[in-house]
């Protein structure tokens, strides 16, 4: 069994009061992103494995890639599997269990998203290969307000993260910091649109994620 190391962190307030720096787990970003570090090959993993640098990046892409698809999906047990099971969420928040609670209540305010991942950006750490830094630019489409909301909105979003690799498999070392880009109305409310009956229509409402069974039980379990 590993013992993994804890590096103490101080915790600064927003201006809305949300928690800041939130890591305190074996990984940390204080590494300052963009640096031209690079990992040396005499650093190895716990598991005694030295991995290639590109398929380290390809195993945090996909992870921020699920992370997009499982939020789209409302899939919450699945997400909160994204994360080391003793994920620091604030200072005085911690695990899985309180992070899948935290994510119900925050996706209960959007019905349909659609998340879409661009740029990312890994830094791994030149002195410890289970441990990454990382940006992931993202644009999504939501729609505010919950599943009978008429509001459509799209968003420029920049997600900062820490990586941690545990017994072979990459996951998020703490809570992901959320950073607005902006946030926007659009011309045309596909919401108001009638249904597309794709491919008939290259216009119109779609079915997904909404035809989706997690996202169908996700709402449907908001009623009982």
Excluded at 14 to 39: F, I, K, M, Y
Excluded at 126 to 132: K, Q
Excluded at 155 to 179: C, L, P, S, T
Aim: glycine share 8%.
């Amino acid at each position: 069994m590993h013992r993994w190391r804890r590096r103490s962190r101080r915790t600064q307030p927003t201006r809305s009061g949300e928690l800041r720096e939130q890591d305190e787990g074996a990984c940390s970003d204080v590494r300052r992103l963009g640096s031209n570090q690079q990992v040396e090959p005499r650093y190895r993993s716990r598991l005694g494995r030295a991995p290639t640098l590109g398929s380290v990046h390809e195993e945090i892409r996909q992870l921020a890639a699920r992370y997009a698809f499982y939020t789209d999906a409302k899939d919450i047990d699945a997400l909160v599997e994204l994360y080391v099971p003793d994920v620091r969420i604030s200072s005085t928040l911690a695990g899985r269990e309180t992070l899948h609670r935290l994510m119900t209540e925050a996706l209960r305010g959007v019905g349909i998203t659609f998340l879409n991942i661009g740029t990312h950006m890994i830094e791994p750490d030149p002195h410890d290969v289970d441990c990454a830094t990382g940006v992931v630019y993202c644009k999504a489409e939501i729609q505010d307000g919950g599943p009978d909301s008429d509001r459509w909105i799209h968003q420029a979003i920049q997600y900062h993260d820490v990586y941690e690799r545990r017994d072979g498999r990459w996951y998020f070392g703490a809570n992901r910091k959320h950073f607005l880009v902006y946030g926007a109305e659009i011309g045309e409310n596909p919401l108001t649109l009638g249904n597309a009956d794709w491919p008939t229509k290259q216009t119109g409402r779609g079915t997904h994620p909404q035809a989706l069974a997690t996202w169908q039980a996700f709402f449907r379990s908001a009623q009982l």
